[in-house]
Structures are given as C-alpha cells and as structure tokens.
C-alpha cells in the first residue's frame, strides 16, 4: 500500500537527516586519515551507529508502506496492523542499540581528549552504567510480553506490561545521560591554562549537543500524544523524534572532529611563542579507551603544553590540571638556508 501522507513527510524528512548523517561519518572519516589518526573505539561505534540508523530509516519506509504508520487505524486492514506492531518492535530493538552506542561514543571521544585519571576513572563507570542499562533494556524489550508473538498478534492470549511507560522511563534515562554528557567537559575545559575567549568558544562547540537534550525531552513529551484508539495515527510526531534525536546526536558528535578538515578555522593561540602542542592522548589502560597519535588532532583546537598529570589530593573533575608534576615542552630548531643563525624556539 502506498504511505498515507504523514508517512510520506515523515520518509522524506528521515531520508535527509540521515543523509546528513551519512556525510558527517564520511567527513569524519576523512579527518582521521588526512590527520594519520588511527581509528578508536569511539570512531567504530560511530560507524556502527550509522548502520543502525539506516537499519531504522528502512524499518520506517516499511512502516510507512505495509505497517500504516500515519494512517487512521479504522481504514488499516488486520494483516496490516500485524505489520504495524512487527515493524514497530523492531524499532524499539533498533533504537535501543542505537542511543548507547551514540553515547559511549561521545565519551570515547571524550577520553582521547582529556587524559587525567579522574576523568578517566569517572568516565570509564559511565560507560559501564550506559552500556548495562542499554543491555537491559534490550532485554526488557523482548520480554515486554509473554510470549513475544502477543505484542503483534493480539489473537492470542499472552500477558504485556504497558509498552509506553517502559519507554519513557527508557527516555528519562537518555535525558538524563544527554545532560550529563553535556556538561561532562566543562569542567576541563576551564581548568585548562588558556584565555577565556578560547575556554568560551570550546564550550560552544561542545554546547551543540544542547539540542540533543531539547529532542530527547521533546520525544517524552510526543509519547504521551499517542491515543491507544487510534495509535498508527497518533504515533507520527513519536516516530519522527525517535529518528530525529540519534540523528542529531551523530552528527553533534562528528563536527568536533569534522573540522579538522578546515585550518582556517581553528582558534589562535593566545599564549606567547610560537604555539602549543597537542593534548597526547596515547593513554590506554582503559579497554573503553583507543590508541591515537601523540599528535591526535581529535581537538586540535584544545591547545596546552603536553603533560602527563597526575594528581594527588581528592577534587572536582578537572582538577588534575590545576596541579602538572611533569610537563614536557617540545622544542623546535629550524636552520633557515643561506644563514649560519640556528633559530631556538621554546
């Protein structure tokens, strides 16, 4: 059958999110390998959220087409409602693999970037605290009904707990994980010795994300717009925040790394000398956590001196780079042709 009208909005407006998508994991690609970075954990997961995200745009097409979303439930047919809730649970399946691995990628990112043992440590357990209670929801989400068959054939007899509030209590759980990741770097970045007009503009990029909290309390808000007398109607605005937020999520979590592709764009330093060096991020005793290059560009625009931290007294995140005990400058010596003057640079 072809998609009602809704449907067919609702295909075409997926269609280019996830195309834009698509062309910020291209890009993202492409940094790494102009930049000689070696693929990370963060950058796989990446990747697989994009084949997630496909998986869900055509589990929408099909939705749209055989499943009647967008449709008024008294002109479906029952094979077609058999569809609707078939294609339905797959996208729950979907969606619950798909916002994890957006998440722990974000803070695998996040990881090469900021190397002390605090951030460290307390990033590590966030990972462990997503990554456990998307498993568990995974699972709930298959044994929402005794038996499985009971959520789309309502012929048989078989006992359900209610499906809407299981996934809003899933969504206040991504919201809150949103806002946490969120703020997450603030604390570094201001802890880094560097002008506040630089601290400033590195909390804006990062601020991007903001949106994606705006479309996760967005999406609890459209649950409760679905009418159990009519939901294949109802369910539109649900179904488009469900694809908007992963898609907005990904491609927030590419741009940071995206514009390493563009120089002209990276912030001045505003230390004297000829500039700083970039953040080593060849930390790996963490198996959240993937090797890079001493001179990984996943920030090129955080500049600092190279420091391995460590620190000693209890704190607030971030407050391993108030106190370095070792700091390494790098020194540059250029000979200049026809000049027996060795310029020294520290």
């Not at 900021?114 to 699972?139: D, H, K, M, Y």
């Not at 809003?168 to 002008?195: C, E, G, S, T, Y």
């Not at 000693?312 to 790098?330: A, E, R, T, Y």
Request: charged residues 15%.
């Amino acid at each position: 059958m072809a998609p009602s009208k809704k449907g067919t909005q609702m295909i075409v407006i997926i269609t280019v999110l996830v195309a834009l998508s698509l062309i910020s994991v291209i890009l993202r690609i492409l940094a790494r390998m102009r930049r000689r970075v070696g693929f990370g954990v963060d950058d796989y997961l990446n990747l697989a959220s994009i084949v997630l995200m496909i998986a869900m745009l055509v589990e929408l097409i099909l939705w749209c087409t055989i499943g009647g979303n967008g449709a008024h439930i008294a002109d479906l047919s029952d094979n077609t409602l058999v569809n609707y809730w078939k294609i339905f649970l797959a996208n729950q399946f979907t969606y619950f693999v798909l916002c994890p691995c957006i998440k722990i990628s974000i803070i695998c990112f996040y990881r090469r970037i900021f190397a002390t043992p605090r951030f460290q440590t307390f990033s590590f357990a966030l990972n462990c605290l997503i990554g456990a209670w998307g498993l568990g929801i995974f699972l709930a989400c298959a044994g929402q009904c005794q038996p499985l068959r009971a959520y789309w054939d309502h012929s048989i007899e078989g006992s359900c707990f209610d499906a809407q509030k299981f996934i809003i209590v899933n969504q206040a759980f991504n919201v809150l994980m949103d806002f946490v990741i969120l703020v997450l770097p603030i604390p570094m970045i201001w802890n880094l010795h560097r002008a506040w007009q630089d601290k400033l503009a590195l909390n804006g990029v990062f601020a991007l994300g903001g949106f994606v909290c705006f479309a996760s309390i967005y999406r609890i808000i459209v649950l409760f717009w679905i009418s159990p007398t009519d939901p294949t109607y109802t369910v539109y605005q649900a179904t488009l925040w469900t694809h908007i937020e992963p898609a907005v999520g990904l491609i927030c979590s590419n741009l940071p790394i995206i514009r390493g592709l563009f120089p002209a764009l990276k912030l001045k330093s505003s230390r004297n000398g000829t500039g700083p060096t970039y953040i080593n991020t060849d930390y790996t005793n963490s198996m959240f956590l993937s090797k890079s290059s001493p001179r990984s560009p996943d920030l090129e625009f955080v500049k600092m001196y190279n420091a391995q931290i460590e620190s000693k007294s209890p704190g607030f995140l971030g407050d391993d780079l108030l106190s370095p005990q070792n700091i390494n400058v790098q020194t540059d010596i250029s000979i200049l042709p026809n000049d027996s003057t060795t310029q020294l640079t520290r």
